[in-house]
Nanobody, 127 residues
Framework: QVQLVESGGGLVQAGGSLRLSCAASGRTFSIYGMGWFRQAPGKEREFVAAISWSAGNTYYADSVKGRFTISRDNAKNTEYLQMSSLKPEDTAIYYC????????????????????WGQGTQVTVSS
Protein backbone atom coordinates (compact mmCIF):
# COMPACT_ATOMS: atom_id res chain seq x y z
CA GLN A 1 0.00 0.00 0.00
CA VAL A 2 2.80 2.40 0.97
CA GLN A 3 6.39 1.91 -0.15
CA LEU A 4 9.29 3.58 1.66
CA VAL A 5 12.77 4.32 0.32
CA GLU A 6 15.53 5.47 2.69
CA SER A 7 18.76 7.33 2.03
CA GLY A 8 21.48 9.18 3.92
CA GLY A 9 23.16 6.50 6.01
CA GLY A 10 26.91 6.16 6.21
CA LEU A 11 30.05 6.40 8.31
CA VAL A 12 30.64 9.45 10.49
CA GLN A 13 32.99 10.34 13.33
CA ALA A 14 31.75 10.89 16.88
CA GLY A 15 30.31 14.37 17.29
CA GLY A 16 29.36 14.61 13.63
CA SER A 17 26.00 14.84 11.90
CA LEU A 18 23.93 12.94 9.35
CA ARG A 19 20.50 13.47 7.83
CA LEU A 20 18.36 10.49 6.88
CA SER A 21 15.51 10.76 4.38
CA CYS A 22 12.56 8.46 3.75
CA ALA A 23 10.35 8.98 0.70
CA ALA A 24 6.88 7.41 0.63
CA SER A 25 4.93 6.37 -2.47
CA GLY A 26 1.71 4.53 -3.20
CA ARG A 27 -1.32 5.23 -0.98
CA THR A 28 0.33 8.20 0.71
CA PHE A 29 -3.05 9.83 1.38
CA SER A 30 -3.61 7.20 4.07
CA ILE A 31 -0.55 8.14 6.18
CA TYR A 32 -1.41 9.11 9.76
CA GLY A 33 2.13 9.22 11.09
CA MET A 34 5.69 8.19 10.43
CA GLY A 35 8.60 7.20 12.61
CA TRP A 36 12.17 5.97 12.89
CA PHE A 37 13.43 2.85 14.64
CA ARG A 38 16.93 1.41 14.96
CA GLN A 39 18.46 -1.97 15.67
CA ALA A 40 22.01 -2.53 16.90
CA PRO A 41 23.79 -5.92 16.82
CA GLY A 42 22.44 -8.21 19.52
CA LYS A 43 19.64 -5.80 20.47
CA GLU A 44 15.94 -5.51 19.78
CA ARG A 45 14.54 -2.92 17.42
CA GLU A 46 13.99 0.27 19.43
CA PHE A 47 11.96 3.42 18.96
CA VAL A 48 13.86 6.58 18.00
CA ALA A 49 11.34 9.25 16.97
CA ALA A 50 7.86 9.73 15.50
CA ILE A 51 5.79 12.51 13.95
CA SER A 52 2.08 12.93 13.29
CA TRP A 53 1.38 13.67 9.63
CA SER A 54 -1.29 16.33 10.03
CA ALA A 55 -0.24 18.43 13.03
CA GLY A 56 3.47 17.57 12.98
CA ASN A 57 3.66 16.68 16.67
CA THR A 58 6.99 15.05 17.49
CA TYR A 59 8.05 12.36 19.95
CA TYR A 60 11.54 11.16 20.89
CA ALA A 61 13.26 8.41 22.79
CA ASP A 62 15.12 9.73 25.85
CA SER A 63 18.42 8.58 24.38
CA VAL A 64 18.18 10.99 21.42
CA LYS A 65 16.34 14.01 22.88
CA GLY A 66 18.22 17.22 22.18
CA ARG A 67 20.38 15.59 19.50
CA PHE A 68 17.97 14.26 16.86
CA THR A 69 15.17 16.13 15.08
CA ILE A 70 12.37 14.46 13.12
CA SER A 71 10.49 16.42 10.47
CA ARG A 72 8.27 15.86 7.46
CA ASP A 73 7.44 17.50 4.14
CA ASN A 74 3.84 16.55 3.40
CA ALA A 75 4.01 17.88 -0.17
CA LYS A 76 6.96 15.60 -0.90
CA ASN A 77 5.66 12.69 1.19
CA THR A 78 9.06 12.59 2.84
CA GLU A 79 10.24 12.10 6.43
CA TYR A 80 13.62 13.26 7.71
CA LEU A 81 15.80 12.50 10.71
CA GLN A 82 18.49 15.08 11.42
CA MET A 83 21.11 13.54 13.70
CA SER A 84 23.76 15.63 15.45
CA SER A 85 26.29 15.09 18.24
CA LEU A 86 26.44 11.47 17.17
CA LYS A 87 27.87 8.89 19.55
CA PRO A 88 29.25 5.40 18.93
CA GLU A 89 26.17 4.10 20.77
CA ASP A 90 24.04 5.45 17.91
CA THR A 91 25.55 2.87 15.56
CA ALA A 92 22.70 0.74 14.20
CA ILE A 93 20.56 -0.04 11.20
CA TYR A 94 17.92 2.69 10.99
CA TYR A 95 14.44 1.95 9.64
CA CYS A 96 11.70 4.37 8.68
CA UNK A 97 8.08 3.33 9.14
CA UNK A 98 4.60 4.55 8.17
CA UNK A 99 1.30 4.19 10.04
CA UNK A 100 -1.56 3.96 7.56
CA UNK A 101 -4.34 2.92 9.96
CA UNK A 102 -6.58 5.22 12.05
CA UNK A 103 -6.78 2.52 14.73
CA UNK A 104 -4.39 2.02 17.64
CA UNK A 105 -2.18 -1.02 17.26
CA UNK A 106 0.32 -0.50 20.07
CA UNK A 107 1.16 3.20 20.12
CA UNK A 108 3.62 5.39 18.24
CA UNK A 109 6.63 3.95 20.07
CA UNK A 110 5.74 0.36 19.16
CA UNK A 111 6.73 -1.37 15.91
CA UNK A 112 3.24 -2.91 15.88
CA UNK A 113 1.71 0.51 15.17
CA UNK A 114 3.28 0.69 11.73
CA UNK A 115 2.22 -0.98 8.49
CA UNK A 116 5.07 -0.17 6.09
CA TRP A 117 8.82 -0.27 6.58
CA GLY A 118 11.87 0.86 4.68
CA GLN A 119 14.74 -1.47 3.83
CA GLY A 120 16.99 -0.06 6.54
CA THR A 121 20.14 2.03 6.24
CA GLN A 122 23.37 1.53 8.18
CA VAL A 123 24.65 4.34 10.40
CA THR A 124 28.12 3.80 11.83
CA VAL A 125 29.67 6.27 14.29
CA SER A 126 33.39 5.86 14.88
CA SER A 127 35.34 7.03 17.93
Amino acid sequence: QVQLVESGGGLVQAGGSLRLSCAASGRTFSIYGMGWFRQAPGKEREFVAAISWSAGNTYYADSVKGRFTISRDNAKNTEYLQMSSLKPEDTAIYYCAADTSPYRRGGRNSPNEYDSWGQGTQVTVSS
